[in-house]
């Protein structure tokens, strides 16, 4: 009954920024208890890495590997989290997965492509 939809990758090159959107839609009582909103991302023959989260209160954490460059937000009146990404390498090469939750359901979207060239 929640439906994610990612918008914003593309094709960048190093050193370059993209800024992803993340829109939740659906049954009303469910959209308006997600807790937590984030961004995986997957690699080819990689794991599914956590990017960002944030929870509903503002509680923000990042992984490692993206501390310093990346930012999340979120607004949750319009059921949105978005991903600033700066200063972009080519290992940030993945499909961007938004992810939101509450107690009971997980929810994926479809992901969107980051390409970042050499």
């Known amino acids: 009954q929640v439906q994610l939809v990612e918008s914003g990758g593309g094709l960048v090159q190093a050193g370059g920024s993209l800024r992803l959107s993340c829109v939740a839609s659906g049954s009303f009582l469910r959209v308006r208890f997600i807790r937590t909103m984030g961004w995986y991302r997957q690699a080819p023959g990689k794991q599914r890495e956590l990017v960002a989260s944030?929870?509903?209160?503002?509680?923000?954490n990042y992984g490692d590997s993206v501390k310093g460059r990346f930012t999340i937000s979120r607004d949750s009146a319009k059921n949105t989290a978005f991903l600033q990404m700066n200063s972009l390498k080519p290992e940030d090469t993945a499909i961007y997965y938004c992810?939101?939750?509450?107690?009971?359901?997980?929810?994926w979207g479809q992901g969107t492509q980051v390409t970042v060239s050499a």
């Open positions: 944030i929870s509903r209160d503002g509680k923000i």
């Open positions: 992810n939101a939750n509450n107690s009971a359901d997980d929810y």
